[in-house]
């Protein structure tokens, strides 16, 4: 029972345009989402969250939006650069349950130079 | 600041065996979670310390056990190890009890033979 998903499982961008990596969620406990970044022999690094009560939030190049009522949230990289190619990964956490992330499959993003 | 160290970084044990990996978490943060990440299961979660407490567990066997020292180190037991444990397990840090962002360690590589 995936309750996060990555429906893609890679993307190609050019540098400079936008890279738009989508998530959906089926669990309506979820209260909080969050993004990383992994490298090959990396951990995951933390790019950005959100919590449910917002719809957007944003920090430099990355900002996530969040639709609640259709579950879907998304992460727009722009411009994007040929060091954001990684794999990229979307978690939620449930309310009441501290760092217990529920994680994605994760997105391998690359960025054509 | 230092990040979230976890040592050792490989491992090859053979089934039957049990195995002990360390975290050591970002200085200043109380918290530890571990996560278990395979190619088919993708990133879990195994369970959260706080204070040396467990606050959360995920769902995986009686194997899979650990604990938080008061200076906030933690370590992570499997015992009677199986093929199906080889996997990257990683050590995420957090600074308090409300907040979400995890820090994450490069992870130990473990492999069953």
């Known amino acids: 029972d995936q309750q996060v998903k990555q429906n893609s499982p890679s993307l190609s961008v050019q540098e400079g345009r936008i890279s738009i990596l989508n998530c959906d969620y089926t669990n309506s406990m979820f209260d909080y989402f969050l993004w990383y970044k992994k490298y090959p022999a990396e951990g995951p690094t933390f790019l950005i969250s959100?919590?449910?009560?917002?719809d957007k939030n944003e920090d430099g190049r990355f900002t996530v939006f969040l639709n609640k009522s259709a579950k879907h949230l998304s992460l727009h990289i722009v411009p994007s650069q040929p060091g954001d190619s990684a794999v990229y990964f979307c978690?939620?956490?449930?309310?009441?349950?501290?760092?217990?992330?529920?994680f994605g499959s994760g997105t391998q993003l690359t960025v054509l130079p | 600041k230092a990040g979230v160290t976890q040592t050792p970084r490989y491992l090859i044990k053979t089934r039957g065996q049990q195995v002990t990996l360390s975290c050591s978490p970002i200085s200043g943060h109380r918290s530890v979670s571990w996560y278990q990440q395979t190619p088919g299961q993708g990133l879990q979660f195994l369970f959260e310390?706080?204070?040396?407490?467990?606050?959360n567990k995920g769902n995986f066997p009686g194997r899979f056990s650990g604990r938080q020292f008061s200076n906030s180190r933690s370590e992570m037991n499997v015992s009677t190890l199986e093929l199906g444990d080889s996997a990257l397990y990683l050590c995420a840090s957090g600074e308090g009890q409300g907040d979400t962002e995890a820090f994450f360690g490069q992870g130990t590589r473990l492999t069953v033979v």
């Open positions: 978690a939620a956490r449930r309310i009441g349950s501290a760092r217990q992330l529920t």
């Open positions: 959100i919590s449910s009560i917002k």
């Open positions: 310390y706080f204070s040396e407490t467990q606050r």
